[in-house]
């Protein structure tokens, strides 16, 4: 098969590529990094004549074109399989909503569902020799997408980094029903990470002592997963693994720093395996054809399984609060959506199940709320009505804040409420033990 013929024959505008959406369609969009950019604003251009059209994404990294039309509520609705900035903006506007699902499940959800996918467009690395376009550091769930969608527009952008691992990390040719060359656009990012903050570093140095050589590392995004991984590179850590939902610029600093071999690794020796990567520009030049880095489905990074067959796993991750029975909410403040349920509890059971392994849920003891000007506690009696519980009581391995790090594992309900308290801001225990005591959760020893 002559492919450039093929290429040639397929080749396409982004406007001609935009009318192949109609009224009623469902749209995957991609992910992150991967969020057609050509298509979309061609897109927001034919959209006014369209009515209903749904749009599936997530971990968007701009604003999408086809949000800043009128009235983007009259044409549209945006499905969003994980919340972020961009995307609470348009809850507001009553066009975005969030699709509730652990993140490892999307593979199967787009294989088995019987929802329809008309359409799929998304950003891919330029074809190779054989045929087969990238699709960057988001292998994510897009094989699975490919095989459901009616549809499959592909836009070429020369910067998408080539990421290997020979799992669902790419679509041949044969299955693509249209190509738009874009118009190279850099690849979003994140901003880098500004200095710790004292919190996050009181945090970090109680997390890193607990971490052995040749652990295996899952790091979340945010201040105080990324101030452990800055840690963790100047630390005398050795022989480190990583296998991870999410690759973030944490991980390039601590295997620049030389603590990254992957030789103790049980599964995937010698490879970093991540689901999707998303940061700074140095993360995307870290991992372009870089065979030590393994691009792979979500449903492989993610399965308690694959996850448990590895010793020493450490996953470290974040949250938004906690109440006294242990709950972690990470997704919500009260009914408002913040994030999503994305691999958290995956990591948080894998790890316990792991020879060795340990999870942290890592927070701040107190936040400024804005509205108010006050100092609020993170640790709460109970969660605020309309949170989200990411990890049930019964789950939970390591809590952290600044203020210590506590195994909360067959812990009685008086004893982890007294752990969780003993980690709250000091300005906050008297009150929380006076509302663990009108719970019947409350007995003082004489650890407090």
Known sequence: MDYKELYAQKLTTADEAAALVKSGDWVDYGWAVNTTVA??????????????????GGILMWVPAIFQIEDPAAHLTWNSWHMGG??????????????????SELPRYYRESKDPLDVAVFQVAPMDAHGFFNFGPSASHLAAVC????????????????????????????QVTAIVEGNNPPLGQMAAAGPASAVDLAVANLVVPQIPDGACLQLG??????????????????DLGVHTEMYVDAFVDIAKAGKITGNRKQI??????????A??????????????CMSAPVDYTNDVRTIAALDNFISINNAVDVDLFG?????????????????????VLGAYLSKGGK??????????????????????????????????????????????????????????????????????????????????????????
């Open 327 to 347: 709950q972690i909410n990470a997704e919500s403040a009260g009914i408002r959506n913040i994030s999503g349920a994305g691999g958290q509890l995956d990591f």
């Open 86 to 103: 961009i995307e609470r903006k348009a809850v507001a506007q009553g066009f975005s909503f969030y699709c509730p699902i652990r993140y």
């Open 279 to 292: 940061g700074t520009q140095k993360l995307y030049d870290y991992l372009n054809d870089n065979p030590e």
């Open 221 to 238: 995004i945010g201040g105080m997963p990324n101030a452990i991984g800055s840690l963790i590179a100047q630390s005398d850590l050795k």
């Open 268 to 277: 995937d020796k010698g490879r970093q395996v991540y689901a999707f990567g």
């Open 39 to 56: 298509v979309d604003a061609a897109l927001a251009k034919r959209m006014p004549q369209l009515e209903g059209v749904n749009f599936r």
């Open 359 to 448: 999870s942290f849920i890592c927070l701040s003891s107190t936040f400024m709320n804005r509205k108010t000007g006050q100092l609020e506690s993170r640790i709460r009696p109970t969660l605020e009505n309309g949170s989200i519980v990411t990890d049930t009581r019964a789950n939970v391995h390591y809590l952290c804040t600044e203020y210590g790090c506590v195994n909360l594992k067959g812990l009685s309900t008086w004893q982890k409420a007294e752990a969780i308290i003993n980690l709250a801001h000091p300005d906050f225990r008297e009150d929380l033990i006076a509302q663990a005591a009108k719970m019947n959760i409350w007995r003082r020893s004489n650890k407090i």
């Open 147 to 174: 095989e459901k969608a009616k549809t499959i527009i592909v836009e070429v952008n020369q910067n998408m980094p080539r990421c290997l691992g020979g799992m669902e990390n790419g679509i041949h040719i044969s």
